[in-house]
């Protein structure tokens, strides 16, 4: 195995030093480190070292949509943007609900090796929320899956969701609620407002979001199970959140890149590819997620990014498919919406990106301090560069990124996973 | 002007030049020879995913009188049902040499896509897209009110009924406060969009207390259906507090007129007595609609010498 002296790195944004890397492991940090005589050397004099970025949220649609994005190609577009592990959602076909689908899915990762992939299980068969899945086999299966999630439906049956709960104490598992009260949102196009009633678009009203995530930390702290929230969208969310915690109540929740920085108004163009679920929401939104993103009450950000064929968003608004790509582009729109605002430090990104999701889907070898003895899960960022967004150049095998055309700032310039380069110099290594 | 997307992007004068040219138009109805030569050899598609017979045979007189060549496409369903998509129909249209697409969808904004996307480079007329917009019924109604009413400016228009599904009623407050009339919707709670803050007109849960107030009340249709959705409880309910009934219609002020864009539930928002009196002008509606869709065609397709090519 290749050693390698990354040299004048900035660790996670702070004092410059050299990270030496043997045996897929940081062997030393600091200056004057004793090299061996074949280490290739990479000059990361002005560049950011981050521990390898870990997605909660990933949509790698393998098995069943290979036409939107396989395993493959999904942690390729991983390791472009700066990510050493994601967890994979639950909604594909079929749906991850039983060991054999999660064993072939985390199989699959091992085999493509770009990034680790943590198979997240359904919560109930088929994911059509009335009987629980295997859990427990999932659990103790080769996959060790700890996330359960319905993705894409909420588990809004209240019995259903304490008994997920419950169930899952047995083995520290945890049960990411997709917040969406459903018979509030029946046909929903996009964010309830004044905009939805102008362009005709059924809302998607901020209390539907809201109302379970409520129900949901109510029901946890009765049972204090484990209680992850995907995708946060609003400013109610924030407050119910951010109170919940306050008094001690035990949840988690994550933002998209996406909630982080576009608002409802691009739906005016009918455009799908700015449809999404939850939708895009209003710039009061916008700033009460990255203020609960800074505070703490949003622990991570998680892409959500969900890849679909061009035939899927190239057609009229209410027959297209809800989902943003977002792996390659998400430490970007961090960058331009949390730190260049002075919202966040770059060892505060580390936490959300790395250490907090790493914790929250106990993935044990990621979001580690990059420090003697780690694993070599680092990413080495540029954050003096800009570039526009051009979807042809994605390696993910969809086009759906809300960001075409937009100048973001940075750029991941290399990424290991465990000592061995999946990027460098900007670009896949295979 | 290119497209009819939406009523919202006529200016007072475009909307005023339609009219005039819609009065024009209509003087034709009278003489034995009913067609302009003014779209000769010009092609106008009507593009239907949805089945409305009415407004289809409305642009279809209305293109014929003007002698251009009428294609129907009905394409109900083949785009929501994994059908031809909208793109592929577009791209057919645009090797057909569609010079105008009128264009019924079911889904809110898919007119708005075909002018927009690049897949073709004809003048797109949204001919009513899902709970969004319905703007050549705007502009009919409102040509109807002003051969009545005289100039709109200060008028006192009512439109009542199922104002969050009406893609009628949309069109109607976005065009009427253009031209100068004063707005009020009334409709329960329920069937108003959650936000009308950025609406230009006034709101009100009364019928009765609007009804003196009203130079022409404009009833929309409202799918009994609704109530299975707990938008009101019974179609007897909503008829009480919401109908149009002779007794209603003895409030309203003397030369005030009736509207309703058709198809009506009678008994439902509107009684047969009050559709069958003198003060409606349902039948005229239609008449009109005919002269209003031939200014819009001709408006948008004469003169034209288009020779872009589509960039997608």
Known sequence: MTAYLITGASIVGGEVADLLIDNGEIVATGTGLDAPADVTTIDAAGLIALPGLVDLHTH????????????????????????????????????????????????????????????????TVGRKGTQLAELGAMADSAARVRVFS??????????????????????????????????????????????????????????????????????NAHVGSKLHICHLSTKGSVEIVRAAKRRGLEVTAEVTPHHLLLTEDLAASYNPVYKVNPPLRTKEDVEAVREGLADGTIDIVATDHAPHPVEDKDCEWSAAAFGMTGLETALSVVQHAMIDTKLLTWADVADRMSYAPAAIGQAADHGRPLEAGAPANIVLYDPRVERTVVPEESVSLSRN?????????????????????TVLDGELTR | MKHLLSAGDLSRDEAQLIL????????????????????????????????????????????????????????????????????????????????????????????????????????????????????????LDAFTMRRHL??????????????????????????????????????????????????????????????PKSDAVMMLRVQRERMN?????????????????????????????????????????????????????????????????MAVLYLLLSGTNETEEPTA
């Open chain 1, 60 to 123: 790698l649609r393998e098995p069943g949509r290979e036409d939107a994005e396989t395993v493959f190609t999904g942690t390729r577009a991983a390791a472009q943007g700066g990510f050493t592990a994601v967890f994979a959602m639950a909604n594909t076909d079929p749906v991850a609900d039983t060991a054999g689908v999660v064993e072939q899915v985390w199989r699959l990762g091992r085999d493509a090796g770009y990034a680790d992939v943590y198979p997240i299980g359904a919560v």
């Open chain 2, 20 to 139: 005039d040219t819609a009065e024009e138009m209509r003087s034709l109805a009278d003489r034995p020879i009913k067609k302009l030569p003014a779209l000769r050899g010009r092609t106008v598609v009507n593009l239907f995913f949805e089945d409305s017979t009415r407004t289809r045979i409305s642009f279809e007189a209305a293109a014929k009188r003007l002698s251009a060549d009428v294609i129907n496409f009905s394409a109900k369903g083949s785009s929501l049902s994994k059908g031809e998509s909208l793109k592929d129909t577009a791209l057919t249209l645009q090797a057909m040499g569609a010079d105008g697409v009128v264009c019924r969808h079911g889904s809110s904004g898919a007119p708005h896509l075909l002018a927009t996307s690049g897949w073709m480079t004809g003048s797109v007329v949204n001919a009513g897209d899902g709970t969004h917009e319905h703007p050549t019924q705007a502009l």
């Open chain 1, 150 to 219: 319905d993705d894409g439906d909420c588990v809004w049956d209240a019995a259903l969701m304490r008994r997920a709960l419950e169930y899952v104490k047995a083995f520290e598992g945890v049960i990411a609620q997709h917040a969406q009260e459903p018979r509030l949102t029946q046909g929903a196009q996009m964010n309830e407002g004044a905009l939805s009633g102008v362009l005709g678009l059924t809302g998607w009203p901020s209390v539907a979001e809201e109302a379970i995530i409520a129900r949901d930390i109510l029901l």
């Open chain 2, 150 to 211: 005289g100039a709109l400016d200060g008028r006192r228009i009512t439109i009542v009924g199922d104002v969050l599904h009406s893609r009628v009623a949309r069109s109607n407050v976005l065009l009427l406060s253009t031209l100068g009339a004063d707005v009020t919707v009334v409709a329960p709670p329920t069937l108003l969009p959650v936000d009308m803050s950025t609406w230009p007109c006034v709101t009100s849960y009364d019928f009765d207390s609007v009804l």
């Open chain 2, 229 to 293: 959705d707990a938008f009101f409880p019974s179609a007897r309910e909503y008829t009480r507090r919401y109908g149009l009934d002779r007794n209603r219609m003895a409030q309203l002020p003397d030369e005030a007129i009736v509207l309703h864009p058709g198809p009506m539930n009678r008994g439902m928002e509107i009684s047969a007595e009050v559709a069958d009196s003198t003060r409606s002008v349902i039948v005229e509606q239609v008449t009109n609609g005919v002269a209003i869709r």
């Open chain 1, 401 to 421: 990124t809300p960001f075409e055309g937009m100048t973001l700032p940075g750029k991941v310039v290399a990424t290991f996973l465990r000592g061995t380069p």
